[in-house]
Every structure is written in C-alpha cells, then in structure tokens.
C-alpha cells in the first residue's frame, strides 16, 4: 500500500546525474535530526565579529531500558543513559525567539542538522566539537510545571 511512495521518495533522494561518463556525480543525500528533550542551560547569544550572532544552548535527551526483561515478565533493573547536545541556531527570526523563551527545564522539540568543526581551545589546543543546527524549535507544555 505505501510502497510506493516510499519508493519515489527514496528514489529522489538517491536519484543521481552524470553527463559524462568519469565526471562529478551530483546525487542527494540527507543530514536530519530530530530531538526531544529539556533544556539544560538558559541559552547565550554570542557574536564573533564578522559574523552573525548565534544563539547556543544545551539539550537533553534521556534513553531508558530495562534489563533481565524475558518474554513473560517485565522484571528488572531500570538503566537511563542521557546524552547531552550543543544546539545552535542562526536562522535570525528563529535565533531571537529561542534566545527570549528557551529556558532551563523547558521541554522542547528542535530539527535540525548534525555539524562536526573544530574549534582551538583556551590552551591552543585543537577540539572537536559536535553541534546541532537548529532550523525548527516547538515548544512543548510541561504538566508538572503547569500544576505549580
């Protein structure tokens, strides 16, 4: 019923074209992430010269499981791993609005795209650093601080 769909789909992102044979071969590929979570820190604006300010916050995102689970009983030990993302948004309209109500504790879902840079630290020496680029931020009520 939906595969066929799926398939144009599929077939437009992995679609290439080459005009000759041994040249450049352009083709799409996709570079999406999406992120629930609450935020870990109020956000900060910063501004390197030349640049477009940015505002940068921290993210969030909890993974539960249980362990000893079999097939008829649901026993075990709880384990939670959270991991934590740099979020960084420079779209400007997006930028203004996450930096005036993003807050810490709110509960917020961002899309947006994996970066990897480098960066030289305090000491000179070279960082890595992974960032998610925000192009979308929903704002999600939270029930426990709205009965407060």
Partial sequence: MF??????????????????AGSLVLERSLNRVQLLGRVGQDPVMRQVEGKNPVTIFSL???????SGENETHQM?????????????????????????????????????????????????????????????IIFLSDQTKEKA
Avoid: C
Wanted: charge should be positive; charged fraction near 30%.
């Fill in 3 to 20: 595969r066929r769909p799926v398939v144009q789909v599929l077939h437009q992102f992995v679609r290439h074209e080459s005009e000759v």
């Fill in 76 to 136: 075990g030990d709880v384990s939670q791993k959270t991991t934590w993302h740099r979020i960084s948004v420079f779209r400007p309209g997006l930028r203004d609005v996450a930096y005036q109500y993003v807050k810490k504790g709110s509960r917020i879902y961002v899309e947006g795209k994996v970066d990897y840079g480098e960066y030289m630290d305090k000491n000179n020496v070279r960082r890595q650093a992974t960032t998610i680029i925000a192009d979308n």
């Fill in 60 to 66: 969030a995102t909890n993974e539960m499981w249980r």
